[in-house]
T-cell receptor, first 110, second 114 residues
């Protein structure tokens, strides 16, 4: 079966660090995406991990452990504009369709 | 480049009415997708296309039809709208080659069926 788990909601404080976890059980794995979606808007690409380890892009980093079926998105120096949903999606070997998690709604408070 | 565009942005239908949602992309992408997004349900794939003239069913295809007569356009049709089809519809596209084929999304169509 195909299953992706993310926490439904998280809350954090402006300036802090937050880690959003994603665990997956899928039949086949090519890589893992993170997307950001602000309320009322379309999802936008944040990162893609195919190898184990940490990929850093400014304030955002994404980590992958293929053996554990686990990824996290790390957001540093949180800003109010980071309040959004964060979607985890697995890229399967057939290369055509993504398997999406339900998303984590992050609220950043002053 | 406009990227991925969708028309219309908003629409209200009565039960039983039909409509077509249009998606256009100017990135020469081979793959195109139609999703619906409902609260608590995440993104669910309705239909997708891997090239001009081809379409395939996704996770929730019932009640919808699609056509890809031109590479840049992907149409989603509702033949007889039902209240259960009230949703936000997103179109996306991606290339077939490259290392990871990121999906690019349109701005969405907010559909209400009364």
């Amino acid at each position: 079966g195909q299953n992706i788990d993310q926490p439904t909601e998280m809350t954090a404080t402006e300036g802090a660090i937050v880690q959003i976890n994603c665990t997956y059980q899928t039949s086949g794995f090519n890589g893992l995406f993170w997307y950001q979606q602000h309320a009322g808007e379309a999802p936008t690409f944040l990162s893609y991990n195919v190898l184990d380890g940490l990929e850093e892009k400014g304030r955002f980093s994404s980590f992958l452990s293929r053996s554990k079926g686990y990824s996290y998105l790390l957001l540093k120096e949180l800003q109010m504009k980071d309040s959004a949903s964060y979607l985890c999606a697995v890229h399967p070997p057939d290369n055509r369709k993504l398997i999406w998690g339900l998303g984590t709604s992050l609220a950043v408070n002053p | 480049n406009a990227g991925v565009t969708q028309t219309p942005k908003f629409r209200v239908l009565k039960t039983g009415q039909s409509m077509t949602l249009l998606c256009a992309q100017d990135m020469n992408h081979e793959y195109m997708y139609w999703y619906r997004q409902d609260p608590g349900m995440g993104l669910r794939l309705i239909h997708y296309s891997v090239g001009e003239g081809t379409t395939a069913k996704g996770e929730v295809p019932d009640g919808y039809n699609v056509s890809r007569l031109k590479k840049q356009n992907f149409l989603l049709g509702l033949e007889s709208a039902a209240p259960s089809q009230t949703s936000v519809y997103f179109c996306a596209s991606s290339s077939a080659g490259g290392s990871y084929n990121e999906q690019f999304f349109g701005p969405g169509t907010r559909l209400t069926v009364l």
